[in-house]
T-cell receptor, first 114, second 113 residues
């Protein structure tokens, strides 16, 4: 059983650029959630994807967007990067029908915006 | 809206001793799930223990146990026989059915040898 894989592990971008982060969900999971974790803080929910559609969104602007593919993998896209977007981005997969049994997290992508 | 509060930014424990991490979870829902996650320097969130709000019995996983007091909105984590490998950031989190996880700010646990 494979876990959640995120790529890349680290990334440095310039303010105003665009970035795409990728996540492969755990085998058997059909839901992917993305979280932003600023340094020294708890993760904040960005959005969740289920059956290739957005299924809930946190307090993040539209320049944060995502996709889920038929194999349940997912992408997080951030346009017009700002310095405050510097954070650890965590992807978590789960089985929607087994809600409450916790999420499997990846090791995250550390994004630095300069 | 759900809120999760962890009031201890940092805790220390001697190896082999017991430590308790505090958390309060506030929600208007009656059915929800609570979790404790561990985040070591490797950054990956690891599920430590889960509790279903409608169950009165407190969850236990080996050296880890919770004290869930629903009316008081309290959900504390007790780590017995602490080990060096327990050193990490610990997050309390809550989830309502099919919804997002809401995390607290975290507690850094240091284990002294």
């Amino acid at each position: 059983e494979t876990g959640v894989t995120q790529s890349p592990t680290h990334l440095i971008k310039t303010r105003g650029q665009q970035v795409t982060l990728r996540c492969s969900s755990q085998s058997g999971h059909n839901t992917v959630s993305w979280y932003q974790q600023a340094l020294g803080q708890g993760p904040q929910f960005i959005f969740q994807y289920y059956r290739e559609e957005e299924n809930g969104r946190g307090n993040f602007p539209p320049r944060f967007s995502g996709l889920q593919f038929p194999n349940y993998s997912s992408e997080l896209n951030v346009n017009a990067l700002e310095l405050d977007d510097s954070a650890l981005y965590l992807c978590a997969s789960s089985m929607r029908e087994a809600s409450g049994y916790g999420y499997t997290f990846g090791s995250g992508t550390r994004l630095t915006v300069v | 809206a759900q809120t999760v509060t962890q009031s201890q930014p940092e805790m220390s424990v001697q190896e082999a001793e017991t430590v308790t991490l505090s958390c309060t979870y506030d929600t208007s829902e009656s059915d929800y799930y609570l979790f404790w996650y561990k985040q070591p320097p490797s950054r990956q969130m690891i599920l430590v223990i889960r509790q279903e709000a409608y169950k009165q019995q407190n969850a236990t996983e080996n050296r880890f146990s919770v004290n869930f007091q629903k009316a008081a909105k309290s959900f504390s984590l007790k780590i017995s026989d602490s080990q060096l490998g327990d050193a990490a950031m610990y997050f309390c989190a809550g989830e309502q059915y099919g919804n997002k996880l809401v995390f607290g700010a975290g507690t850094i646990l240091r284990v002294k040898s």
